[in-house]
């Protein structure tokens, strides 16, 4: 294993999502963060299947931030429930695996 992963969050704002990111890097939470701006979410939620625009981000980071990253998540985003998932990255190139623990604390 690497020790990195990448972590999904998405949200209904697209540039709410980005400023977000933005804040996540700043704070060495993450390196980067890939957005794709007009994503399609089907869920249920509160008895009925919900059909919605939403935006997605792809953030790179070291696997122990991620409690640090969901907490955040908890506290700042505006969804009740919002949707923070961590994807183990079992192999890479090692020189972006160095840059990515480079850039987080």
């Known amino acids: 294993m690497t020790g990195i992963c990448e972590v ?3 949200a209904s704002d697209p540039e709410w999502l980005a400023a977000f990111t933005r804040r996540l890097i700043e704070d060495r939470l ?3 963060g890939q957005q794709i701006t007009a994503i399609r979410s089907l869920y249920r939620w509160d ?3 919900q ?3 939403e935006a ?3 953030l790179h980071t070291r696997l122990d931030l991620v409690p640090q990253i969901v907490e955040r998540a908890d506290a700042e985003h505006p ?4 949707c923070v998932i961590a994807l183990p ?3 890479a190139n090692p020189a972006y695996i160095a840059w990515v623990r ?3 604390l």
């Open 8 to 10: 999904i969050i998405t």
């Open 30 to 32: 993450a390196a980067c």
């Open 47 to 49: 008895g009925a299947i």
């Open 51 to 53: 059909d919605d625009p």
């Open 56 to 58: 997605r981000v792809a």
């Open 79 to 82: 969804y009740d429930v919002p």
């Open 89 to 91: 990255i079992a192999a």
């Open 102 to 104: 480079a850039e987080t």
